[in-house]
């Protein structure tokens, strides 16, 4: 044993009864086993098959908590090939099958939890804040972030894009909108850019509409609303201002996220940053309507601009909400069909197993009975009888000859 001198010494010995103390037991691997990671709003499990294999390993002192990788790091090579060669072991001790597809969502599982949704504990919102995620539905205050960067790259945020954001900084000052930089990738700011170059709203009209698109088809637990929220703002902006030039309308959304920056779209439409914005462009000098599609004709007077923008709004909001459905009808077909073809392949593998029963349609060859002498293990070409029988009969017909 080696003996602790020194101040340090005490501090070690209860470090030490502290692990011992902290040891688990049956009930805390279990609770490990079961846990669930959410990455964005989808929940990653442990397979059944392996947490049982791996809770019964650890009953029998396969493995202890010391072998559990840190949750605070990146799961290393070493760890992962420790826990397959601890899962392998495991199932051969107990004549169990785990199948390559669970082994891969086992090490998925392992790796997920340091991507883990969190949100921050520590950290206080606003008042203002606080206005804003009730005013738009949110959860979190992480979902104000998600949807501003998102709005921003033109694709879902991933938590790693999130790195460094915060409520009122601007999304460009996060690892995302940083990347993004560094990459030259576009962005609301650059399409912004391009088309106040340009003086036309097209490239930043077909920027947000991808940007919809993809957040509809993200996983998200904010990205349906983020859709809604980003198409409504961005189509009253353009039918509000477009009477008075595409200039007007660069320089609305310009005006509006100097005003909010970094909030989440608190308010859809800001009459007085577009009273503003008017002088900006020529009032009927503007291009080819954005929104004609919609039937988003736009009257003179403010009002009949503002009951115009909410109808186009009610009409984006009902076209976002069919093509949610829809998609949400092809993922839960694809489902079914995939339960089906799984079931398809089990009866298949399940015929093609040695001693499968009469009734699945396949005998195994040793099984199979010869339709000349009854007996099994043979086909009637190999007969034992029928080859003596034939082979005595050629012997009695030379003897005749």
């Given at each position: 044993?080696?003996?602790?001198?020194g101040?340090?010494?005490?501090?070690?010995?209860?470090?030490?009864?502290?692990?011992?103390?902290?040891?688990?037991?049956e009930?805390?691997?279990?609770?490990?086993?079961?846990?669930?990671?959410?990455?964005?709003?989808?929940?990653?499990?442990?397979?059944?098959k392996?947490?049982?294999?791996?809770?019964?390993s650890?009953?029998?002192?396969?493995?202890?908590?010391?072998?559990?990788?840190?949750?605070?790091?990146?799961?290393?090579?070493?760890?992962?090939?420790?826990?397959?060669?601890?899962?392998?072991?495991?199932?051969?001790?107990?004549?169990?099958?785990?199948?390559?597809a669970?082994?891969?969502?086992?090490v998925?599982?392992?790796?997920?939890?340091?991507?883990e949704?969190?949100d921050?504990?520590?950290?206080?919102?606003?008042?203002?804040c606080?206005?804003?995620m009730?005013?738009?539905?949110?959860?979190?205050?992480?979902?104000?972030?998600?949807?501003?960067?998102?709005?921003?790259?033109?694709?879902?945020?991933?938590k790693?894009?999130?790195?460094?954001?915060?409520?009122?900084?601007?999304?460009?000052?996060?690892?995302?909108g940083k990347?993004?930089?560094?990459?030259?990738?576009?962005?609301?700011?650059?399409?912004?850019?391009?088309?106040?170059q340009?003086?036309?709203v097209?490239?930043?009209?077909?920027?947000?509409?991808?940007?919809?698109?993809a957040?509809?088809?993200s996983?998200?637990?904010?990205?349906?609303?983020?859709?809604?929220?980003?198409?409504?703002?961005?189509?009253?902006?353009?039918?509000?201002?477009?009477?008075?030039?595409?200039?007007?309308?660069?320089?609305?959304?310009?005006?509006?996220?100097?005003?909010?920056?970094?909030?989440?779209l608190?308010?859809?439409?800001?009459?007085e940053?577009?009273?503003?914005?008017?002088?900006?462009?020529?009032q009927?000098?503007?291009p080819?309507?954005?929104?004609?599609?919609?039937?988003g004709?736009?009257?003179?007077?403010?009002?009949?601009?503002?009951?115009?923008?909410?109808?186009?709004?009610?009409?984006?909001?009902?076209?976002?909400?069919?093509?949610?459905?829809?998609a949400?009808?092809?993922?839960?077909?694809?489902?079914?069909?995939?339960r089906?073809?799984?079931?398809?392949?089990?009866?298949?593998?399940?015929?093609?197993?040695?001693?499968?029963?009469?009734?699945?349609?396949?005998?195994?060859?040793?099984?199979?009975?010869?339709?000349?002498?009854?007996?099994?293990?043979?086909?009637?070409?190999?007969?034992?009888?029928?080859?003596?029988?034939?082979?005595?009969?050629?012997?009695?017909?030379?003897?005749?000859?």
């Amino acid at each position: 044993m080696c003996a602790l001198r020194g101040a340090g010494a005490g501090r070690a010995f209860v470090f030490c009864v502290m692990s011992i103390l902290a040891a688990w037991d049956e009930d805390t691997a279990e609770a490990w086993l079961k846990g669930v990671t959410v990455i964005d709003a989808r929940e990653i499990r442990c397979p059944a098959k392996v947490s049982d294999v791996l809770l019964q390993s650890f009953k029998d002192a396969g493995w202890d908590e010391s072998d559990v990788p840190p949750s605070s790091s990146p799961l290393s090579k070493r760890d992962e090939g420790v826990w397959l060669d601890v899962l392998d072991e495991a199932a051969t001790a107990q004549s169990e099958t785990v199948t390559k597809a669970d082994r891969t969502r086992f090490v998925r599982w392992l790796a997920s939890r340091e991507e883990e949704d969190v949100d921050d504990a520590s950290y206080r919102p606003s008042s203002e804040c606080r206005n804003d995620m009730a005013g738009k539905g949110a959860l979190a205050y992480t979902d104000l972030l998600f949807l501003d960067a998102s709005r921003h790259l033109g694709r879902p945020a991933g938590k790693g894009d999130l790195v460094g954001a915060e409520y009122g900084v601007p999304p460009s000052q996060c690892k995302g909108g940083k990347d993004a930089v560094k990459y030259k990738a576009e962005t609301f700011t650059t399409e912004l850019d391009k088309a106040r170059q340009q003086k036309e709203v097209g490239h930043l009209h077909s920027f947000v509409m991808g940007a919809c698109g993809a957040l509809n088809r993200s996983e998200h637990r904010f990205a349906t609303k983020a859709a809604s929220l980003i198409m409504e703002w961005f189509m009253r902006g353009c039918a509000a201002m477009e009477a008075w030039g595409a200039l007007a309308v660069l320089y609305y959304f310009e005006e509006y996220l100097r005003v909010y920056r970094g909030r989440g779209l608190p308010v859809l439409y800001d009459a007085e940053i577009a009273s503003r914005s008017q002088g900006r462009g020529k009032q009927g000098s503007a291009p080819k309507s954005i929104v004609s599609g919609f039937d988003g004709r736009m009257g003179q007077d403010a009002s009949s601009q503002d009951d115009s923008s909410r109808a186009l709004s009610e009409q984006m909001a009902e076209l976002l909400k069919a093509q949610t459905q829809i998609a949400s009808s092809v993922s839960s077909m694809s489902g079914q069909v995939s339960r089906l073809q799984s079931e398809v392949a089990a009866v298949k593998s399940a015929q093609a197993a040695p001693g499968a029963p009469s009734g699945s349609g396949f005998v195994p060859f040793m099984q199979r009975a010869c339709h000349h002498c009854g007996e099994k293990g043979h086909v009637i070409a190999d007969c034992p009888e029928r080859k003596e029988k034939e082979k005595n009969k050629k012997k009695g017909d030379d003897d005749d000859a």
